[in-house]
């Protein structure tokens, strides 16, 4: 991973290298800037929550040069497939099942089984996304809680050198977030740079806003959100029989979500132990998931986040 220091303004083609080595790259697209991690890897997404300071892990949106390469990470309906032929390259986000064998980090699509994906049109993000040749996973490019950018000194300005490099494109065309859609249920679910009555028209028929009136698709109420089959229990420090514990730090736990209590370990591991640990307690006839505990600190408190919805009683949701 590139060393950390002021952000670096290089070409493409290094970039894309910076990517591919586990880096953070704010980049341009006709929407916002971006900041983009490599979406298979674990370790660099958990830096883009890190970097941005985020409480909780959100679902972020992952980005690809074409169709193609989308069709390869999620199945597409026929809705889809109309809507891409329509509207990509462009600001619009399909929120559509994930493929089998899709190879995205668990921590892209915060354990759901459905992903966000969009092809960008700005010629700089196409360019990256090729060069890349893997998919990139893209909040705006602005600390938790502040306003996109739509300009590199944006990015510089809120970052600072929580980034590696950022690719300067210049004001972005369109200043506003991408449209959000899924597909099946059909539903609008964050308005954005394209406008719903344009799919409206090319679909023919109203788009239905998401079922939830007044309910905005933020990162801890989505419904979907993976949770264990039994209980989890917080803060425990030490073995009980009737436990799978998972462990952190000074913790070992039967499995661990970082020995070295490093918190970007952690959150890379986060949502896949918490299906090992499920898997496993359910195999060897324990009723529960226990949890060693994590500092409330930086990603500490992203962590503890999720694993407080997890734990939460299971109760159908209003
Ligand atoms: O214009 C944009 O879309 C910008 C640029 C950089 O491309 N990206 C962006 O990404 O706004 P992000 O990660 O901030 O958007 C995340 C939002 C989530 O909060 C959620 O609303 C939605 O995308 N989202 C992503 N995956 C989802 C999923 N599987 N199900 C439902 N919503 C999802
Ligand atoms: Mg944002």
């Known amino acids: 991973m590139p060393a950390t220091g002021t952000p670096r303004h290089p070409g493409i083609a290094e970039a894309a290298e910076i990517l591919r080595a586990g880096g953070l790259v704010a980049f341009p697209t006709e ?41 390869r990470i999620a199945v597409f309906d026929p809705v889809a497939e109309t809507l891409a032929a329509a509207f990509w390259p462009g600001p619009l986000t399909l929120v559509l099942p994930l493929r089998e064998g899709h190879g995205l980090s668990p921590l892209v699509t915060a354990g759901l089984d459905t992903v966000g994906l969009r092809v960008p049109s700005g010629e700089m993000a196409r360019a990256l996304l090729r060069s890349v040749g893997r998919p990139v996973a ?74 939830t009136p007044g309910r ?50 952690a959150a890379a591991n986060l949502f896949d132990l918490l299906h090992v640990a499920d898997a496993r307690a359910r195999a060897e006839g324990k009723a529960r998931i226990d949890m060693a505990p994590v500092p409330e600190t930086g990603l500490g408190r992203a962590i503890n986040d999720r694993l407080r919805r997890a734990a939460a009683p299971r109760i159908a949701q209003a």
């Open 216 to 265: 905005v698709q933020a990162p801890g109420q989505l419904a979907s959100h993976y949770a264990p089959s039994i209980p989890v229990r917080l803060d425990v420090a030490g073995h009980d029989p009737d436990a799978i514990l998972i462990g952190f730090g000074p913790v070992a736990g039967d499995v661990t979500l970082s020995a070295t209590g490093d918190l970007v370990e």
């Open 31 to 71: 929407t916002v800037y971006g900041l983009g991690a490599d979406a298979t890897d674990g370790r660099a997404v958990a830096r883009i929550f890190a970097a941005k300071g985020r409480p909780s892990f959100n679902p972020l949106i992952v980005h690809v040069p074409d169709a193609d390469a989308a069709r």
């Open 138 to 211: 893209a909040p705006s490019a602005n600390p938790s809680g502040r306003i996109s950018p739509t300009r590199a000194a944006h990015v510089r300005a809120g970052l600072g050198d929580a980034v590696d490099a950022v690719l300067d494109g210049g004001p972005c065309a369109v200043g506003l977030e991408s449209t959000i859609l899924r597909t099946s249920p059909l539903a609008l679910l964050r308005a954005g740079g394209l406008a719903a009555e344009a799919i409206e028209a090319r679909l023919g028929r109203p788009l239905p806003r998401d079922e």
